[in-house]
């Protein structure tokens, strides 16, 4: 990794104190993150909402999924199990998230696998969302889909990443100035970006990768910081504390079942000293 210049020192200071405040006002005050997400991992998603802090309520149901979106102080799109209802459910919901301008977090999981979770990702573009979360290949697919791509392409096969989080850094960088908001890109790295400057954030464990749901579960939980910060310090506070919680758990686990365990208790436990000390460093695009 490039060593910081002193420009990127001042302003990770500055991020700093920012994911500090995110953390506190989130403890503080127990915004409210509506999601629609997948049946897979949605009591996962819910717990990781609470635990950080926040306030929990999944919904299927298009005028519930309005209702929410302008009642609650965030909202998390997860396209990762989608139902017939769904396709209506989807830009209803993305277009009251808009035309209210309340933040929220979309996860393009498993985007390329069928029409109905295409057009859903395409009508997505003009509704703006202010995180996009995914694995490296699901970052790649969607600028590519978005018309954002340039050459790169994804090589997404399901819902598991088989690229790495680097080779989608032109693709965030693109998605995040199309959007104005911040872009996570998740892995044994994570970058995150909200198209002028990158943190690559480290931490984590393997067992992340054997628990379905740690994906998920962090955009559920980056939609309840971005109801109390920016975009992009939600992305990396959520980013951070995962890095964290999940490093922490891994060391009291020996199989990812205990290892989900230990890992609620981590993210309830973790202080908002340590998420922002948790390591990365900043890149100026
Ligand atoms: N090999 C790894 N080492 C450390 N941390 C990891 C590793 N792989 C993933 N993570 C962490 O796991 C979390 C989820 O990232 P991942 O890329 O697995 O998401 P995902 O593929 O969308 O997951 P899912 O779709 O199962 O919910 C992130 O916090 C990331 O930092
Ligand atoms: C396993 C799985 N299948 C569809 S969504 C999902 C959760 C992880 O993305
Ligand atoms: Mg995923």
């Not at 997400?37 to 306030?55: D, K, M, P, R, Y």
Request: charged share 15%.
């Amino acid at each position: 990794m490039n060593k910081m210049n002193k420009m990127d020192e001042m302003n990770k200071t500055m991020i700093q104190n920012q994911i500090i405040a995110a953390v506190n006002a989130v403890r503080n005050s127990n915004p409210l993150a509506g999601s629609i997400t997948n049946v897979i991992t949605i009591h996962f998603v819910a717990n990781a909402q609470l635990a950080v802090g926040g306030s929990a309520a999944m919904v299927f149901l298009p005028e519930e999924g309005a209702f929410l979106a302008n009642a609650g102080n965030a909202f998390y799109i997860n396209v990762g199990g989608l139902l017939p209802i769904h396709e209506e459910t989807l830009p209803q919901t993305a277009k009251t998230l808009h035309d209210a301008g309340k933040p929220w977090v979309l996860d393009p999981v498993a985007i390329g696998i069928g029409s109905v979770r295409t057009k859903a990702l395409l009508q997505f573009k003009e509704y703006k969302p202010s995180i996009i979360r995914g694995n490296a290949s699901e970052i790649i697919a969607l600028a590519g889909l978005w018309g954002l791509g340039g050459e790169n392409k994804s090589n997404v096969r399901g819902v598991d990443s088989t690229d790495a989080v680097i080779a989608a850094k032109e693709a965030a960088v693109s998605l995040a100035k199309w959007t104005g908001g911040a872009v996570a890109v998740s892995g044994e790295t994570d970058l995150v970006t909200n198209g002028s400057i990158i943190a690559f954030s480290h931490g984590g464990s393997h067992f992340m990768e054997k628990i379905t749901g740690s994906g998920c579960s962090l955009g559920g939980v980056a939609a309840v910081y971005a109801a109390e910060s920016d975009s992009f310090t939600a992305a990396l506070t959520a980013t951070a504390v995962y890095n964290l919680a999940g490093k922490r758990a891994e060391q009291k686990a020996d199989g990812p079942g205990r290892f989900q365990v230990h890992f609620l208790d981590e993210l309830y436990n973790a202080t908002a000293e340590d998420i922002a000390t948790n390591p990365f460093e900043i890149e100026t695009v």
